[in-house]
């Protein structure tokens, strides 16, 4: 008589698994025909963040996103290809409206050709944003994956507004500069611009047109005088335009005095607050940290490199508020001072400053500091001297590094009833090309934000870099043995227990 007995169990092992199996083919098509998915990735990468689906959706024509990169970089550009391919699944998204295609230069010559007879240059290891004839590049440089979403949303809102607001970079006076590397280029900050929805120009020296009033000029760190371009700024202002000034201790002394008649005094005040004053021949200093700083471009010498995070940050200021609330630090290389001579936040003085400042013929206005140091651990100095703690320091209160004014509207404006805007940031550098490729402060979100706030003009895209998570176990020693333990001793004799009581039962 045959024994059966051990067919049986081996039926009953394998209906057991074909029918875990069913359960789990079942569950993975109910899953693909809903759409639903775990991004299980360290940054999110698979994930389309909401504000970029929304300016999807809001797309009138349709888009198409080009990329272009040879197969050698096809493995690390897998996940920006993912996502483009994503975008057009979003949701609210009609199907057709966003697409995308692979152009390799080296196999696929024609269409690069043909490309670039409708596009203009075509540039390799380059994804292009495509609306129409008009079109944004996006640079696929190193840690895209990080931010490619939000130079997606920049991309599609720049290419939306046919009638962009105008950013104008004033070149000529030694300011920040094109292609000036990472401690006098500008590139990245008219990046940033650009990626926001501004049509950015540069305005030379040598132009004697008016500054159009709706449009923000940015002065970005002159060393050499401004000449009569402060009359233009000061006719901008008065036509309630805005304007973006980087200052530090080698601003020019006739943009220095501007300033000052204007709201703003550089380096450390006198004890009797005079707009009118002349300026002293002795540049106003740098500020320096004992112990809030970076390693930054200056290894040897940090302490110039401000660190500004938490509560050195106003938070109830539209400019500085989300960048506060945001959780990330700003830098700010070689800062001086930058004092809001606001009669509102003087004290005793506010009545004789006001009345200066109506002598000069500055429109009464309303100030806000917006980045400070720390009590008890800044203070300045001349850029050459050396690094020396003051006696005196635990008895210093805070220095302030940057500051915002809005003017009172001026009778003879083109623009009836709205004021100018001016915010100074005591720092050239913190918005040079080192710094801002740096990647890992929000300096580029502060500037974003200031000149949307001098445009009077909402953000137009908030739309965070992605971040890595890190896993990480914090253990004591105790836990750590026991894991040990448990790895080695405790699971193996339970596994070896069970199968041998097992084969003990079954012999």
């Known amino acids: 008589m045959v024994d059966h007995g051990w067919w049986k169990r081996l039926g009953a092992l394998g209906g057991r698994t074909l029918g875990m199996l ?31 689906a929304e300016l999807v959706a809001k797309q009138i024509e349709p888009v198409e996103l080009v ?20 975008l057009g699944g979003a949701p609210g998204v009609t199907a057709g409206k966003v697409t995308y ?42 840690g ?3 931010t490619l979403q939000r130079e997606l949303g920049g991309a599609l809102v720049t290419l939306a507004d046919t009638n962009p607001p105008k950013a104008l970079l ?25 990626l926001a929805g501004y049509a950015v120009d540069r305005r030379d020296s040598a132009s004697a047109a008016p500054i159009p009033p709706d449009a923000v000029l940015v002065v970005g760190g002159p060393m050499s005088p401004l000449g009569r371009e402060l009359d233009a700024l000061s006719a901008h202002l008065t036509d309630g335009g805005g304007a973006l000034i980087l200052a530090d201790d080698r601003t020019p002394a006739d943009l220095n005095a501007w300033l000052r ?23 106003p200093g740098i500020v320096v940290s004992l112990r809030r700083h970076v390693v930054g471009q200056e290894a040897a010498f940090p302490h110039p490199n401000l660190a500004i995070d938490g509560p050195l940050i106003n938070p109830d200021h539209p400019v500085s508020g989300p960048v506060a609330n945001g959780g990330v630090a700003l830098l700010s290389p070689f800062t001086t001072a ?17 009345g200066a400042f109506t002598a000069l013929g500055t429109p009464p206005f309303q100030g806000a500091t917006l980045l400070r140091t720390a009590p008890a651990d800044a203070w300045l100095k001349s850029r050459a001297a050396p690094f020396a703690v003051p006696e005196n320091l635990e008895n210093r209160g805070f220095l302030p590094l940057a500051g915002a004014i809005e003017y009172a509207p001026a009778t003879e404006s083109v623009r009836a009833g709205v004021g100018g805007r001016l915010l100074v940031w005591g720092s050239r550098q913190a918005a040079s090309d080192g710094v801002l490729g740096r990647g890992v402060f929000a300096n580029e979100e502060l500037l974003r934000r200031g000149v949307d706030w001098l445009a009077r003009r909402t953000a137009p895209t908030s739309i965070p870099p992605a971040e890595l998570t890190a896993f990480r176990v914090d253990a004591t020693d105790q836990t750590l043995w026991f894991l040990f333990a448990a790895l080695v001793l405790i699971l193996p004799c339970i596994f070896l227990g069970g199968a041998m009581l097992t084969w003990w039962d079954r012999r």
């Not at 703003?264 to 540049?283: I, M, Q, R, Y």
């Not at 930058?338 to 006001?354: H, I, K, N, S, Y």
Request: charged share 20%; hydrophobic share 50%; net charge negative.
């Open 67 to 86: 990329g272009i990169w040879t197969l050698e970089h096809a493995e690390a550009l897998a996940p920006v290809e993912a996502l483009a391919r994503q």
């Open 170 to 194: 004033l070149a000529g006076h030694g300011e920040l500069r094109s292609r000036g590397g990472a401690a006098d280029g500008d590139d990245l900050l008219a990046h940033t611009l650009e």
């Open 144 to 146: 895209i994956r990080l």
């Open 22 to 52: 069913a359960v789990i083919v079942i569950l993975i098509a109910a899953a693909d025909r809903t759409g639903w998915l775990v991004d299980a990735s360290a940054d999110r990468r698979y994930t389309v963040h909401p504000r970029l």
């Open 261 to 283: 008649r204007r709201g703003f005094f550089l380096g450390d005040p006198p004890a009797e607050l005079n707009p009118a004053a002349p300026v002293s021949a002795t540049p």
């Open 101 to 142: 295609r692979h152009i390799d230069p080296e196999l696929h010559q024609p269409l690069v050709a043909a490309f670039a007879k409708d596009h203009g240059e075509c540039l390799p290891d380059m994804l292009y944003v495509v609306r129409g004839k008009r079109m944004v590049r996006i640079a696929l440089a190193p």
């Open 338 to 354: 930058v004092w809001v001579l606001d009669p509102a936040m003087v004290g005793a003085q506010a009545q004789a400053l006001a």
